[in-house]
T-cell receptor, first 115, second 112 residues
Framework: SQTIHQWPATLVQPVGSPLSLECTVE??????LYWYRQAAGRGLQLLFY??????ISSEVPQNLSASRPQDRQFILSSKKLLLSDSGFYLC??????????????FGQGTRLTVV | GDSVTQMEGPVTLSEEAFLTINCTYT??????LFWYVQYPGEGLQLLLK?????DKGSNKGFEATYRKETTSFHLEKGSVQVSDSAVYFC???????????FGQGTRLTINP
């Protein structure tokens, strides 16, 4: 069966420090991969998605970046964190389900607090 | 563009009450529809889905029927429990699209 791993679970970082969050998927090949952010009490904001190695689409301008060095690995990075980067970050993968529509599966999330 | 609109939260109910969380959508094609649930401090879990008109998705006592004529996918449960307290997200995906479109989420709190 397919599983998704996301780490770390929690992270406290000072303003201006770098960030690296990692997400890996097991049990599937060539998944679509996604990074979402959820600010406190708010909905989901899609940050990046990737349909293949080295292919990254950015949904919103920001000081974050994403990379996909391997088929089942998706990394979210920042060179210098801002206070506004605090939030709950969720990685997800998807497959094309019956009927040709996408169905997504989520990791457990990383709670990032920038201080 | 394609969008999902959910009932404004938060919603607070007593245990054993009837639950309805409204969800309506706008889509250019024929979407699949989903309800996801997020328990405190966790990621999203798929709760139920429906892939075509008049389909009913169900799981853990929750149900939602794909209503094409009203472009709706309302979530219902006949008798809620404290353990149902969570944030619920309605979502759609279109054939051939790479992304899901999510509603803004509805926070549900069940009091004993």
């Amino acid at each position: 069966s397919q599983t998704i791993h996301q780490w770390p679970a929690t992270l406290v970082q000072p303003v201006g420090s770098p960030l690296s969050l990692e997400c890996t998927v097991e049990g599937t090949s060539n998944p679509n991969l996604y990074w979402y952010r959820q600010a406190a009490g708010r909905g989901l904001q899609l940050l990046f998605y990737s349909v293949g190695i080295g292919q990254i689409s950015s949904e919103v301008p920001q000081n974050l970046s994403a990379s996909r060095p391997q088929d089942r690995q998706f990394i979210l990075s920042s060179k210098k964190l801002l206070l506004s980067d605090s939030g709950f970050y969720l990685c997800a993968w998807s497959v094309v389900a019956g009927g040709g529509n996408t169905e997504a599966f989520f990791g457990q999330g990383t709670r990032l607090t920038v201080v | 563009g394609d969008s999902v609109t959910q009932m404004e939260g938060p919603v607070t109910l007593s245990e054993e009450a009837f639950l309805t969380i409204n969800c309506t959508y706008t889509a250019t094609g024929y979407p699949s529809l989903f309800w996801y649930v997020q328990y405190p401090g966790e990621g999203l879990q798929l709760l139920l889905k429906a892939t075509k008109a008049d389909d009913k998705g169900s799981n853990k006592g929750f149900e939602a029927t794909y209503r094409k004529e009203t472009t709706s996918f309302h979530l219902e449960k006949g008798s809620v429990q404290v353990s149902d307290s969570a944030v619920y997200f309605c979502a759609l995906s279109l054939q051939g699209a790479q992304k899901l479109v999510f509603g803004q989420g509805t926070r549900l709190t069940i009091n004993p």
